[in-house]
Each structure stands twice: as C-alpha cells, then as structure tokens.
C-alpha cells in the first residue's frame, strides 16, 4: 500500500484497522497475535487507535459483512472502509480556554459563578484572616475573571 503524503495518524489508524480485520478473522496465529500486542504496546496512540477501531468494527455490520473470508486484504478496500468511518470522538484532554481563547464550548453562567465564587471566597478569607484560604483563591481568581472576560467578549 502506498503511504505517500499520510500522516502519522492516518497510518496508525490503517494500521488498527488491519489488526482489528487479521484478529478477529478467527486464524490469527501466535505470532501475529504477539506481533499485534508488540505494536499495540509501543504508543498509548496505538492503543486509543486500535480501541476506535475496533469499536468501529463491532458496531458495524457493514464492515462484518465485507470481511474477506480468505483474510487476504484488498488495500483499496479497507482504505475506503478506514475514509468512510466517523471521525473519533474529541480528546478527552481538551485545551485550556486560556490557551486557544476559545469559549463557546463554556456556559456564561458557570463562569460567571466560578469567577464570582474565587472573588467572594477570597473576600471571605480576608474577613476571617485564613492565609490558605485568601492565597487558594488569590491565585484562581486572575484566571477565572480572564476566562469570564474571554467569555463576554467572545460570547
């Protein structure tokens, strides 16, 4: 198969997607099954990769159904099954507002409550005179009020 002009990604996922095929094909040998877990075990991307795919996989029939019965895959094939899936959910690790100035995915009213929280527990710190609780609050509260202006200005 040619590789030319494919990401990282885009090859680990054909990748998964051939082991996801070989492996549940029922013959898989030993050795292609230690192969598997040596590649697997080589990245967490390999993992997320190999686990999406495989979601994939059992989910839809489609790709059951198109299985080659001899296990001799057509490359052509299985990139075109690979460009017709959904794309993977986002990562879980999202980027900080702060970061990438991006706020619509946050609600107008837990920031503004988050900011408004950190100002009045900092207030309350200072009237009871706790150092931890002023010092907690005194270092969230310039962020919390940068991502409530983020958020005002961009809506």
């Known amino acids: 198969m040619d590789h030319a002009g494919r990401t990282n990604r885009e090859l ?30 080589a990245s967490l991307h390999h993992e997320v990769v190999y686990q999406w795919e ?4 059992d989910r839809t029939e489609r790709l059951q159904a198109l299985r080659p019965a001899d296990d001799n895959l057509d490359p052509l094939l299985l990139t075109s ?14 980027r900080p507002a702060l970061r990438t100035r991006q706020t619509r995915d946050l609600s107008l009213a837990a920031v503004a409550l988050g900011a408004g929280g950190t100002v009045l527990w900092s207030a309350y710190g200072v009237a009871i005179g706790s150092g931890p609780v002023m010092i907690s ?7 919390a009020i940068a991502t409530l202006g983020m958020k005002l200005k961009s809506g």
């Open 12 to 41: 680990a996922r054909l990748e998964a997607a051939r082991w996801v095929v070989r492996l549940s094909s029922g013959n898989c040998s030993a050795a292609e099954r230690e192969e598997f877990e040596t590649w697997r075990k």
């Open 54 to 57: 495989n979601l994939v996989w």
């Open 81 to 94: 099954l690979v460009a017709a899936e959904p794309t993977p959910p986002p990562s879980r690790f999202r």
């Open 137 to 143: 609050n005194l270092i969230v509260m310039p962020f």
